[in-house]
């Protein structure tokens, strides 16, 4: 059995901070998605509303725009509260934004599973549904991808 075998059935991480403490990571259990899924939304919200949605796959960024919305992420997956944070360095926290990134959101099976997810779920509207679950599909797999370049096509685009 290889190391990825390994990872994907056991796929928890440790990491050894710098103050000494051992951190296991675990992804978000299947029971948690409502609640990890509203958090990501009220970042994902922060972003729309300062128009700056394409820069949500950027670190800098991240942290920066929507710092306390990736705390509390990342605090609830960790079980750890909010002051805990204010007692970690800087390497130490990106590393752990980087372990839950790569747990929950960029990896090959769970890329996967949402595209196939929001593909059952398009299936199930109604034609004439109000709203376009293919735009949604096509953010998230800009942002999954990295692929962040702003769409030149659009209605700006067209009064340049």
Known sequence: MSDRDIKNLLPEETLDL?????????????GKIPEFF????ALVRKFLAGGK?????????????????TVRIVGR????????F???DIADGVAIVNVV??????????KK??????ARVKALLPSQTPFSLSSAQDIASKILS???APDKSGPSAKAS
């Open 113 to 118: 599973n949402l595209a196939e997810l929001a």
């Open 86 to 88: 204010n007692t970690i």
């Open 101 to 110: 990134l790569r747990q929950n959101i960029d990896n090959d099976r769970a």
């Open 38 to 41: 509203g958090d990501v939304g």
């Open 146 to 148: 990295g692929d962040t």
């Open 77 to 84: 997956i960790i079980k750890k509260k909010r002051a805990w």
């Open 18 to 30: 710098s103050t000494g403490e051992r951190l296991v990571i675990h992804p978000v259990p299947f």
């Open 53 to 69: 949605l394409e820069l949500l796959a950027n670190a800098e960024e991240l942290l920066t725009t929507a710092f306390e919305e």
